[in-house]
C-alpha cells in the first residue's frame, strides 16, 4: 500500500515536480481553451504556480454535504 | 473644515466648500474656477484626472448659481464640484475604464449616479485616473497613468480608485466616487488618508459603471471627511430598476444620525485574522490599536472576535476572476494587445478557474458569510486596521500576483456585500497616512458611518493636508 513502485523515478514520488506542474498547467490551459503562448504563456505558469497553494487550500477545506453555494 | 481668513481651495472638504456656497461667501463658479486652476497647476505632477470636462462643469456651476439666485438649493451638493471614476458613464463624455481598449468609447447615457448627482446639483469637474479595468496595476507609463500619491509622489495611491483618492486628497476637487470590487474604494482611500466607504451590495446601482465582477462591484464615495461621504452617499443610493441587484429598501438619512457618538455600541476586533497577521506594519498596529482605545473612551464596548473561514477568503475571491474573464472574454480574444502585459495575465486566470473550484467558493463564502452574521448578532460592527502597510513606491509593487497579501483587509468584505468604511487614524513617521475599517451589517451603512464619525471627531488625522510644495518630480 502507499508510496510509488520501485523504480518509478523522483518525478513519480513528488507529484509536484516542476515537469508534472508544466503539464498540470498546460492541461488546464487547454481545457480552458485559452490560445496563450510564448512570455504571455511563461507568466501565466509563474503566476498559476504562486496562486497554487491558494487554490489547493480551498480545495482541501473540508465542506458538509449541507453547506450549498447559494449566497 | 469651515472657510477662514487665508483658508484656500485646496484646505476645504465637501462640507467646508457647501458651508461656504450656501452661505453665498462664494459662487459655485467661482469655486469650480479655483478647483480648475489648481487641477492645471497640479495635475501634470499628480495625474489624477483623465479628463477635465472645463466647459460643461462651467456651465452646470452657472446654472447652479442661478438657480441658488432664484432661491433654490436643492441640498449640500448643489453647485459643488465633484469628480468620477472613469468607469462611470458621463453622456457624450469619454470613459476608458483606463485601457487602451476603451479609447473611443463615448457613452450616451450618464450612469444612475451620474444622474443622481446632477439631481442634487453637484458639479461634476472630470473623470479620473484608475488602475486599468478597476484590476491593472499602478503605471506612470502610457495613455493612462495612474496617479501619485499627494504624500509622497514617489509613491503609488494604490488602486483601483487611484485618481479618485488622489484627487480628493490633494484637494482637486471636493469628493470623489470610486468603485470597489476587492478594496478598490478602501485601499487608495487609506493611502492617501481620506474617508472610503464601501456601501452595502445593492444600496448604489452599477448601471451605467463598468463591470469588473458583478457579484462583487460596489460604488462609493471617497472624500476628506465622513460627513463628506453620507452627504454623497444620501445622493446616490437607492433603487434602479436597471440594476438587477439594486436593493428596494428605502433610503434613511445618512447624515441625521451621524453625531450621536459611539456610547453603547458594541464592536467585535477581529484581532487574529487582522492585528496578529505578520504582515502588519508595527506603524499601522499601533495606530489601529490606539484608534479603538480611542473608541472605547468614547464610550463603545470593544471585544475580540474571530470568524476562521478568513483565512479562506482570499482563495475564495480569486475564483471570482472568472467572472472577469466571462466580461473580457471578446476583447481579450479580439485584442489581448491592447491590455497591460500585467492585466492580461490576471485576465487569464480567471480562464482558469474551474466550475467546480468556483462552486466550492460559494459554499465557502456561504459559510463565511454565517459565521460573521453571528458576531454581527452580537456586535453593532466589527473593526480592525485599515490596512496592511503605508503606501509603497512605485518600484516596489509587483505587477504579476494574482492578488497582493495585503488584499486580506479588503476583499472578504467584498464577498459579503457588507457596509465598510476607512477612516484616518494616524501617520508613519515617514508622513504616511494609516487608518482603521469599520464593518457593519447589511443595510446599516449609517452605523457604520456614525462609528466612523465618533472617531473622527475626537482626533483631527482628518484635518491635515499634504503640502502642495512637495508635488514635485526630481
Known amino acids: 500500500m502507499g508510496g510509488p513502485p520501485p523504480g518509478a523515478g523522483l518525478s513519480a514520488m513528488t507529484p509536484d515536480a516542476p515537469a508534472d506542474l508544466r503539464a498540470r498547467f498546460d492541461a ?6 485559452l490560445a496563450v503562448t510564448g512570455r504571455d504563456r511563461d507568466l501565466l505558469f509563474a503566476m498559476w504556480q504562486e496562486h497554487l497553494p491558494q487554490r489547493e487550500a480551498l480545495r482541501a477545506a473540508a465542506v458538509a454535504p449541507e453547506e450549498e453555494p447559494w449566497p | 473644515m469651515a472657510v477662514t481668513a487665508g483658508t484656500t481651495i485646496g484646505d476645504l472638504d465637501l462640507a467646508g466648500v457647501s458651508e461656504a456656497l450656501a452661505a453665498r461667501r462664494i459662487s459655485s463658479v467661482e469655486v469650480t474656477e479655483a478647483y480648475l486652476e489648481r487641477i492645471a497647476r497640479h495635475d501634470g505632477v499628480l495625474r489624477a484626472y483623465i479628463t477635465v470636462m472645463r466647459d460643461d462643469a462651467l456651465a452646470r456651476a452657472r446654472a447652479a448659481d442661478l438657480e441658488q439666485g432664484r432661491g433654490t438649493r436643492r441640498g449640500p451638493l448643489h453647485g459643488v464640484p465633484i469628480a468620477l ?59 493612462f497613468p495612474t496617479g501619485r500619491n499627494p ?15 488622489v484627487a480628493a486628497a490633494a484637494g482637486l476637487c471636493a469628493g470623489t466616487l470610486g468603485s470597489d470590487t476587492g478594496g478598490s474604494i478602501r485601499g487608495p482611500a487609506a493611502m492617501c488618508g481620506i474617508v472610503g466607504h464601501k456601501p452595502t451590495y445593492g444600496l448604489v446601482s452599477r448601471s451605467g459603471v463598468l463591470a469588473m465582477d458583478w457579484s462583487l462591484d460596489h460604488v462609493g464615495p471617497m472624500t476628506r471627511s465622513v460627513w463628506d461621504a453620507a452627504a454623497m452617499l444620501q445622493a446616490i443610493a437607492g433603487h434602479d430598476p436597471a440594476d438587477p441587484t439594486s436593493l428596494r429598501a428605502p433610503v434613511p438619512d445618512y447624515l441625521g444620525g451621524l453625531e450621536r457618538g459611539a456610547r453603547g455600541i458594541r464592536l467585535g476586533l477581529l484581532r487574529r485574522y487582522y492585528v496578529d497577521w505578520p504582515g502588519l506594519d508595527a506603524e499601522v498596529k499601533a495606530a489601529a490599536l490606539a484608534a479603538f482605545d480611542v473608541l472605547a473612551r468614547e464610550g463603545a464596548a470593544v471585544q475580540d472576535v474571530d470568524a476562521p473561514t478568513l483565512d479562506l477568503a482570499p482563495a475564495v475571491w480569486s475564483c471570482f476572476l472568472a467572472e472577469m474573464f466571462e466580461y473580457h472574454r471578446e476583447m481579450a480574444r479580439r485584442a489581448p494587445e491592447k491590455y497591460r502585459e500585467g492585466t492580461r495575465i490576471r485576465l487569464y486566470m480567471g480562464a482558469l478557474v474551474s466550475a467546480q473550484d468556483f462552486l466550492r467558493a460559494q459554499r465557502l463564502r456561504r459559510r463565511l458569510r454565517h459565521e460573521v452574521d453571528t458576531l454581527l448578532a452580537r456586535c453593532d460592527a466589527l473593526v480592525f486596521p485599515g490596512q496592511a502597510g503605508p503606501a509603497m513606491r512605485f518600484e516596489e509593487i509587483s505587477s504579476l500576483e494574482v492578488m497582493a497579501p495585503s488584499s486580506r483587509y479588503t476583499s472578504p468584505w467584498n464577498l459579503l456585500g457588507l457596509p465598510a468604511v476607512n477612516v484616518p487614524s494616524g501617520f508613519t513617521r515617514a508622513g504616511l497616512p494609516v487608518s482603521i475599517q469599520i464593518v457593519g451589517r447589511a443595510g446599516e451603512d449609517a452605523t457604520v458611518l456614525r462609528i466612523a464619525r465618533a472617531y473622527e471627531r475626537v482626533t483631527e488625522w482628518h484635518r491635515r493636508r499634504p503640502d502642495p510644495a512637495t508635488w514635485r518630480l526630481a
Open chain 1, 28 to 33: 488546464e490551459v487547454a481545457a480552458a481553451g
Open chain 2, 85 to 143: 471614476k472613469d468607469l462611470i458613464a458621463v453622456a457624450g463624455v469619454p470613459m476608458t475604464g483606463g485601457s487602451e481598449q476603451l479609447t473611443d468609447h463615448v457613452p450616451a447615457r450618464d450612469a444612475f449616479v451620474t444622474e443622481r448627482l446632477h439631481a442634487a446639483g453637484a458639479v461634476i469637474l472630470g473623470k479620473l485616473a484608475m488602475h486599468e479595468w478597476a484590476f491593472g496595476r499602478p503605471a506612470l507609463d502610457g495613455r
Open chain 2, 151 to 165: 504624500w509622497d509622489v514617489t509613491r503609488a495611491p494604490a488602486g483601483s480608485s487611484s485618481g479618485s483618492a
